[in-house]
């Protein structure tokens, strides 16, 4: 047994049900968005944390391993002149073909529920 019930204006109802999922859609892409920036920022502190650690252990390796010399006056150095250090140009990396993410492939489902909307 199936029920039908007779709506008003199903176009417009229809729009309005279709803008809520684009909402929707892109509340959850911002909410995860926002959890991989911090998941990257958390790794990216740890990282740093590891990076000072070890560089605060070579700094006071440096200052113990370094010779007592006798305080005299500063002796004068002559000035060389350096040539300037000239790069080269690196060459160009070609472009690996790019695949879908899942990101990209939801940017373009809600490009297309646009469309459809502004069709209606």
Known sequence: M???TRIDQPITIRKDLLECAI???EILRSIENVKKIHN???LEKKKLKVVMDKLRVLNSR???DLPQLPREKPIKEEVVELEPIRH???PKKQP???TMSPEERANRE???LR???ESL
């Open 2 to 4: 199936s029920v039908h």
């Open 23 to 25: 909402d929707c859609a």
């Open 40 to 42: 990257e920022r958390e």
């Open 62 to 64: 440096f200052h113990k």
């Open 88 to 90: 080269e140009p690196k």
């Open 96 to 98: 690996k073909p790019r």
């Open 110 to 112: 809600l490009e297309a």
């Open 115 to 117: 469309h459809k909307i």
